[in-house]
């Protein structure tokens, strides 16, 4: 049975900052939801990560299909008046138009959907990371799909072997989609060049090579790019389906123990490691550290099992530990180097002007 994954995120107002959207909010966006259930989708989940919703749903109408979209829009339309009504803070942030106009990509929400024919078991992570941007995932996806330090498949599984095909983005070209298939194993040093500007490339679909099915759907929206002008940070999904010929969940969870540095953090302005957090985790320290949740399903004739917290384990306790230490090492730097993000990235305008003005005041 052929069932379309869709995952389509919103930052539509939050308490107390950029903290988490409130119970009423996820209420009223799941509210809008339900009824469309049994008709429009056969099942959908709805959770927070940092001051995100997440809206994933189970359908069989295809990749950017409009009615799925506008059902979308709407939940968040109608989240945004909860969060109005609430006087919460950045009611409606992520929806940059007055109006829905076919497809939510390019609308502020960030979208990953794959349709896919189910397996007999078909295992399945909805990933969705809040204080970063898109770029989050191309280390945990590389580790996972290309290297035998994390994916022991990759040694141990004939079809895993053979290796998968990266489908990768340049974000920066906003005109069209410009991508580019590069293979593994033979490409892995092009994909690492290209992957290391997580600004600039950033990784979209990955593919089986044994079978052509599809392995990875994420997000690649940049807001920034698209409104030219700060409007917040890109926030990204992402969905892996595991095990048989991918990755086990295990070794797509592995890269997340790095803490790895990204973009985002305070004002989305500012480097910080990847924090894996709990479901419907909240946000504190310095507005984050970055966040990343990972919730697993199975998915069986359009339904889902209930979700499972695979970042609610003692292992992942040690972790957030380290993870908080390395925090605290890049803090230590404050506003220097390597902890604030390049010029070109910062989320504030602001500072364009402050440094013409600076650059009158220099001598010549
Ligand atoms: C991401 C996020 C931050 C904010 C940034 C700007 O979820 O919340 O990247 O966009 O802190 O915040 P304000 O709007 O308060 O200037
Ligand atoms: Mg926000
Ligand atoms: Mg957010």
Redesign the pocket.
Known sequence: MKTTLSVIKA?IGSIA??IKPSKALVESVTGCIDKELGKMVTDFYVGST???VAILFCHQHGEDCQELHKLAWDAFICGTETAKGQGLY?AG?DLLSDAFSGNVKGLGPAVAEMEIDERKAEPFLLFTA??TDPGAYNLPLYLSFADPMHCSGLILSPKISEGFKFVIMDVAHTEEDRIIELNTPEDIYDIAALLRDNERFVVSEIYSRATGAQAVAASTTRLHNIAGTYT??D?PVLLVRCQGDFPATGEVLSPYSIGHYVA?F???SHTGPLMPAKMNCSISYF?GPPVVSAVGFCVHNGKLTEPVDCFDHAYWDYIRDKVSQKACAMREQGFSGPAMLHYSEL?YGGIVEKMKNLDKKFSC
Do not use: A, S, Y
Request: net charge negative; glycine share 32%; hydrophobic share 5%.
């Open positions: 930052d900052g950029h940092g001051d995100d950045g942030q809040d204080k917040g940070k926030d985002g305070m004002r989305g507005d989320e």
